[in-house]
């Protein structure tokens, strides 16, 4: 299915201005909406979600109307919120099972064979027996795509899955995902860009409730190629290039700082060009340096 939204507006009560006037087509697949810390991603998640309402705009999923009707979005939509909160002392298999009755399946039998195959499918089911308690980040998290997956939604939206898993549980949740994404529509928001980078056909990058850019990610990195250089510098002359550049990044490579700067041509002074990665694009997005558009967003 594919989501289409026109011009949402969110202001709060205290006169913050979360989205202003987003506009986006997510068509079926993978879809990473990325953007750092209350650019107003779960405000837009919430809404879409239908637990929020907005103040102006339109959100289509097919030709459901997603702001007016809203159980009947409920039924096509799974959603793992940011902050989704397991019961600690009941095991895995109950507290499915306990939503699955909630979304509605009746009859013990069938329930029995949705809970054994999202467990199956999201690799918890040697654990299923387990108090939620004892579970790891990574298990929770998986566990939470469980409970959204309850009912066959075609909408998935996960909010920020990643943050604070490690390595290998990421990318066990990855391979979750992208098997969910297959043959779905699956919205993610983050603000990690390598969870985008690995998984997404489609993205969209959004700052202070704005759309930034959008497209698929191989072709916005293509349309920042030439614009991105890389030097190392001693740490002390740092705030020098950042008064004389458009310094987007700067990391520590084996114990030297590593700087990559935007300029339209060679700035000279030692720089080289760089590969660029989806990284580049995003800072450089952020620093309000770059919107290319690739694609209607
Ligand atoms: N209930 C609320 N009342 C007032 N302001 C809010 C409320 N919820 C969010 N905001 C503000 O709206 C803006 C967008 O917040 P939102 O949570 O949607 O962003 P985000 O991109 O999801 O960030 P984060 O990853 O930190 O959750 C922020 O400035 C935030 O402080």
């Given at each position: 299915?594919?989501?289409?939204?026109?011009?949402?507006?969110?202001?709060?009560?205290?006169?913050?201005?979360?989205?202003?006037?987003?506009?986006?087509?997510?068509?079926?697949?993978?879809?990473?909406?990325?953007?750092?810390?209350?650019?107003?991603?779960?405000?837009?998640?919430?809404?879409?979600?239908?637990?929020?309402?907005?103040?102006?705009?339109?959100?289509?999923?097919?030709?459901?109307?997603?702001?007016?009707?809203?159980?009947?979005?409920?039924?096509?939509?799974?959603?793992?919120?940011?902050?989704?909160?397991?019961?600690?002392?009941?095991?895995?298999?109950?507290?499915?099972?306990?939503?699955?009755?909630?979304?509605?399946i009746?009859?013990?039998?069938?329930?029995?064979?949705?809970?054994?195959?999202?467990?199956?499918?999201?690799?918890?089911?040697?654990?299923?027996?387990?108090?939620?308690?004892t579970?790891s980040?990574?298990?929770?998290?998986?566990?939470?795509?469980?409970?959204?997956?309850?009912?066959?939604?075609?909408?998935?939206?996960?909010?920020?899955?990643?943050?604070?898993?490690?390595?290998?549980?990421?990318?066990?949740?990855?391979?979750l995902?992208?098997?969910?994404?297959?043959?779905?529509?699956?919205?993610l928001?983050?603000?990690?860009?390598?969870?985008?980078?690995?998984?997404?056909?489609?993205?969209?990058?959004?700052n202070?409730?704005?759309?930034?850019?959008?497209?698929?990610?191989?072709?916005l990195?293509?349309?920042?190629?030439?614009?991105?250089?890389?030097?190392?510098?001693?740490?002390?002359?740092?705030?020098?290039?950042?008064?004389?550049?458009?310094?987007?990044?700067?990391?520590?490579?084996?114990?030297?700082?590593?700087?990559?700067?935007?300029?339209?041509?060679?700035?000279?002074?030692?720089?080289?060009?760089?590969?660029?990665?989806?990284?580049?694009?995003?800072f450089?997005?952020?620093?309000?340096?770059?919107?290319?558009?690739?694609?209607?967003?």
């Amino acid at each position: 299915m594919e989501l289409r939204i026109r011009n949402l507006s969110k202001t709060y009560a205290n006169g913050v201005v979360a989205l202003d006037k987003v506009t986006l087509n997510i068509p079926p697949g993978m879809f990473g909406l990325l953007g750092p810390n209350g650019a107003g991603k779960s405000t837009l998640m919430r809404i879409l979600a239908t637990l929020q309402e907005c103040d102006a705009g339109s959100v289509f999923l097919d030709d459901i109307d997603v702001l007016d009707e809203k159980d009947e979005v409920r039924r096509m939509l799974g959603y793992l919120p940011q902050d989704f909160g397991v019961y600690p002392r009941v095991t895995a298999y109950e507290l499915l099972d306990h939503f699955a009755q909630l979304k509605g399946i009746a009859n013990r039998n069938r329930r029995r064979e949705v809970v054994d195959g999202l467990l199956q499918q999201t690799n918890l089911f040697e654990v299923r027996h387990q108090k939620l308690g004892t579970f790891s980040g990574g298990m929770r998290q998986r566990f939470g795509v469980a409970q959204a997956l309850i009912g066959d939604p075609q909408l998935i939206i996960v909010d920020e899955p990643t943050a604070g898993l490690d390595p290998q549980e990421r990318v066990r949740f990855h391979n979750l995902l992208s098997d969910i994404g297959a043959d779905k529509t699956v919205l993610l928001s983050t603000h990690i860009v390598s969870d985008v980078a690995d998984l997404c056909a489609n993205m969209a990058i959004i700052n202070k409730g704005h759309v930034l850019l959008c497209g698929e990610p191989a072709r916005l990195i293509e349309g920042i190629e030439e614009n991105i250089w890389a030097r190392f510098v001693d740490k002390a002359d740092l705030p020098l290039f950042q008064k004389q550049h458009t310094v987007i990044s700067t990391r520590l490579r084996a114990g030297r700082t590593l700087i990559h700067v935007y300029a339209e041509g060679d700035p000279g002074m030692g720089f080289e060009e760089a590969h660029a990665s989806l990284e580049d694009v995003y800072f450089a997005t952020i620093a309000g340096r770059h919107n290319f558009q690739a694609g209607n967003c």
